[in-house]
């Protein structure tokens, strides 16, 4: 019973991962707080599963899901870019425009995918891969091996010339402007491949769940953030490896407490419903709690 | 190689705070040419500088670099032909990339960016060699981040990064000002060295009069948006600083109330 409360906790976990890396990109390495996840995340789950409900081998309507979220990012570093609208309000105009888009995509507020209706989901079919391990071990591993090589390829990409120069951006846009660096194709870069990763956690975790929801974007930014804020204290160091890695790690906790407080928060009148109010809680403690240790350690001294 | 003409700025147009930062300035740098720049604040010397590199466009004027028109590219356009200082140590450099990867974005500078990777083997022995003439050492930190280094430090590896791809323009702003004396006196040797080894055409701005003599073959005085005067050759070399300082004052037409003027 606890093992199986794991195990689904470390598969939702490596499925935020993903998204966490995405965030990662834009808010720590782009230094660009974009609000376009919480429309890009419900964009992917909604591509997919159009997709899938039309025929399409789930894998393939992955790729597309991640298209999609890469053409959300473009998007909204097109409105800040060229059109000179601040970051936030880039974010939130694309994301309040996607909603009406994922409805016109699915056709309805909810897909659903249920196998009873005949879908197959990346999930159903790596059930019926036949090995010697069970398929409850078996689904968050492939998991953790997507995540891996998904956090490889963006620290790879982060070394190479155009990565370099998308961190560098994020870091000191004056100087890589002097040393030549048109810093619009670098936030264009970074956003698109930033919301392609987040499109892509939506369309796995629709598959994952069995359904797509119009509404299931709501929050997945400060998801996202805490994620990325959680990481990054537990694994410290600011190389590139140890960043994502942070991301990670922070994802699946964040996952894992989100999951005790449903099963065990009953007992302290806590609701399902409840959790959006409890992510930003988590998210207001982590981020006032350096402010705040620092004043009471200063009263005390006083 | 550098021709400036009628170069006019002005900020704030059509406000009560407008405010006529270049007065239709003219200025013409041969190559090699390693010119000095003073004048008192808000004399006009950064925006020129700025000018030149494309932060701001001209109201009106061109600027011409090597026979080219370049009033209306961008900045980061300009920037191959351009290496750039400037006062502050952060400006210069991202803090949060390493050393290696600092001078690998200065070395692809005026190229295009590719999906390979931007430190190579081949690259890290080339930046290891030139991070060894400053002597400070950071040969050995390639790796290390650039927020963690000194403003000296970080001020010299700027030199480096704005020299690496051999800049047909060097432009200086104040480059030394925020560091303390002695470092202050490494960079500008070091600046010296570098400027003389490849040649490089330099406009350094200074507040140090001193210095403004010292180095290079030409000086020029702003004041309120214009030249006020501009020396070189025979003319340059009998003047001490005291006569710059005079020259200031009857050009000003009031005494120096400037504490940073009477630094020297």
């Known amino acids: 019973m606890l093992l199986s409360f794991v195990l689904h906790s470390l598969e939702e976990g490596f499925l935020f991962a993903i998204l966490a890396l995405g965030v990662y990109i834009t808010f720590r390495v782009l230094n660009f707080p974009d609000l376009t996840v919480d429309g890009s995340y419900p964009l992917g789950a909604a591509v997919a599963a159009v997709l899938i409900v039309r025929g399409m081998n789930p894998f393939s309507a992955l790729l597309f899901s991640a298209l999609a979220g890469g053409l959300a990012g473009l998007l909204t570093a097109f409105l800040h870019t060229k059109l000179k609208i601040t970051p936030l309000l880039a974010g ?43 398929s409850e071990y078996f689904i968050p591993l492939i998991f953790f091996v997507i995540v891996m090589v998904l956090k490889e390829l963006v620290d790879l990409f982060l070394h190479t010339e155009i990565g370099l120069t998308i961190r560098a951006t994020g870091d000191n846009e004056q100087m890589i402007r002097a040393e030549g660096v048109n810093t619009d194709t670098a936030k264009l870069i970074g956003l698109s491949l930033s919301n392609a990763l987040v499109a892509l956690s939506g369309g796995l975790f ?17 998801a996202g953030l805490a994620s990325v804020i959680v990481g990054q204290s537990l694994v410290r160091g600011r190389t590139v490896e140890l960043m994502t890695l942070g991301a990670i790690v922070g994802a699946i906790v964040y996952r894992l407490a989100i999951a005790m407080a449903l099963k065990w928060g009953y007992n302290f009148g806590f609701r399902p419903t409840d959790l959006k109010l409890l992510t930003a809680l988590l998210v207001i403690t982590i981020l006032s709690f350096p402010y705040l240790r620092a004043k009471v350690k200063r009263l005390e001294e006083s | 190689m550098l021709k400036i003409s009628h170069l006019t700025k002005i900020f704030f147009k059509g406000t009560p705070n407008e405010n006529v930062a270049l007065r239709d300035i003219n200025l013409e740098v041969a190559s090699g040419d390693f010119i000095t720049i003073i004048g008192s604040n808000g004399a006009g010397k950064t925006t020129l500088l700025n000018l030149i590199s494309g932060v701001y466009l001209p109201d009106k004027g061109k600027i011409e670099i090597n026979g080219k028109n370049v009033s209306n590219l961008p900045e980061h356009k300009r920037a191959k032909f351009i290496g750039r200082v400037f006062q502050d140590p952060l400006q210069g450099t991202a803090s ?56 000296g430090q970080r001020q010299a590896l700027t030199i480096l990064m704005a020299t690496l791809s051999k800049p047909d323009l060097l432009l200086l702003d104040e480059h ?18 570098i400027v003389a080894h490849h040649k490089l055409t330099t406009l350094m701005v200074t507040h140090n009069m001193e210095e403004a003599l010292k ?13 006020v005067l501009d020396i070189k050759g025979e003319e340059r070399e009998r003047m001490s600083v005291k006569d710059l300082l005079d020259k200031f004052s009857e050009v000003r037409k009031e005494r120096l109330v400037e504490d940073k003027m009477l630094l020297v």
């Open chain 2, 176 to 193: 030394t000002a925020s560091l303390d004396p002695k470092t202050a006196q490494k960079i500008i040797l070091l600046t010296e060295e």
């Open chain 1, 206 to 222: 629709a598959q994952y769940q069995g359904f797509a929801d119009v509404g299931m974007g709501i929050g997945m930014i400060i």
């Open chain 2, 96 to 151: 949060s990339l390493t050393i290696e990867e600092n001078l690998a974005i200065a070395s692809l500078k005026g190229q295009k960016k590719r999906l390979r990777f931007a430190v190579t083997r081949k690259k890290r022995e080339e930046f290891k060699e030139k991070l060894r003439a400053l002597g400070l050492g950071l040969e050995n930190r390639l790796q290390e981040r650039v927020g963690l280094l000194s403003g």
């Open chain 2, 215 to 227: 180095f290079g073959n030409r000086t020029i005085m702003m004041h309120e948006g214009e030249i």
């Open chain 1, 92 to 134: 939130i105009l694309t994301m309040i425009a996607l909603y009406s888009i994922n409805l016109r995509i699915m056709g309805r507020p909810n897909i659903s995918l249920s196998e009873y209706l005949g879908h197959r989901t990346v999930i159903t079919i790596l059930r019926e891969v036949n090995l010697p391990i069970r």
